[in-house]
Antibody
Framework: EVQLVESGGGLVQPGGSLRLSCAAS????????MNWVRQAPGKGLEWVAN????????YYVDSVKGRFTISRDNAGNSLYLQMNSLRAEDTAVYYC????????????WGQGTLVTVSS | QSVLTQPPSASGTPGQRVTISCSGG????????VYWYQQLPGAAPKLLIY???QRPSGVPDRFSGSKSGTSASLAISGLRSEDEADYYC???????????FGGGTQLTVL
């Protein structure tokens, strides 16, 4: 069974940093693109970033470029999102999701982890 | 404001057929596949349609997707109460190098 479990969310002050993790199991992690998608409270979905199977291609939404870094550890079956210079508008549930191709935001999703940016 | 445009709401009665539209541009829907996601209340999104018109295994054939030019549609036939959810379209954008989501459509089963 495919499982994606996010962790690392919490309350952080504006300008602060947070590192999200996503533990993958039940499939060959290194064969999939991986995505981060977020959802602000009561709002719609927003794609954040994705990373190719071997990490050689990475894409970000404009609003997080220069602040967020996506990475992966294929040996440890883990996906990460390093978030720096956090802003109130980054407050959201962050989902990790796997995909076979770069243009799919996710064919399987985790349950999400909540990030709250507030003083 | 989303680049992919969906109606904010839709509704239908049990057994009815409803369609949800998704409008984009040449650099996204016009050039790439469209994906549809279903998000039940309090749950994570679930892939409903991939490659514009393909259903993942386990998705009932009551759900179908189509694409024409820079627009796409999700059709749900034989509407059931458990279909009450938010539905999102998505497509890669060749100019932005990003996946774009529509604003979402809240489906109500009356």
């Amino acid at each position: 069974e495919v499982q994606l479990v996010e962790s690392g969310g919490g309350l952080v002050q504006p300008g602060g940093s947070l590192r999200l993790s996503c533990a993958a199991s039940g499939f060959t992690f290194s064969s999939y693109w991986m995505n981060w998608v977020r959802q602000a409270p009561g709002k719609g979905l927003e794609w954040v970033a994705n990373i190719k199977q071997d990490g050689s291609e990475i894409y970000y939404v404009d609003s997080v470029k220069g602040r967020f870094t996506i990475s992966r550890d294929n040996a440890g079956n883990s996906l990460y999102l390093q978030m720096n210079s956090l802003r109130a508008e980054d407050t959201a549930v962050y989902y990790c999701a796997r995909a076979l191709y770069y243009d799919n935001a996710g064919d399987n999703w985790g349950q999400g982890t909540l990030v709250t940016v507030s003083s | 404001q989303s680049v992919l445009t969906q109606p904010p709401s839709a509704s239908g009665t049990p057994g009815q057929r409803v369609t949800i539209s998704c409008s984009g541009g040449r650099s996204n829907i016009g050039s790439n596949y469209v994906y549809w996601y279903q998000q039940l209340p309090g749950a994570a999104p679930k892939l409903l349609i991939y490659s514009s018109d393909q259903r993942p295994s386990g998705v009932p054939d009551r759900f179908s997707g189509s694409k024409s030019g820079t627009s796409a549609s999700l059709a749900i036939s034989g509407l059931r109460s458990e279909d009450e959810a938010d539905y999102y379209c998505a497509a890669w954008d060749d100019r932005l190098y990003s996946t774009l989501f529509g604003g979402g459509t809240q489906l109500t089963v009356l």
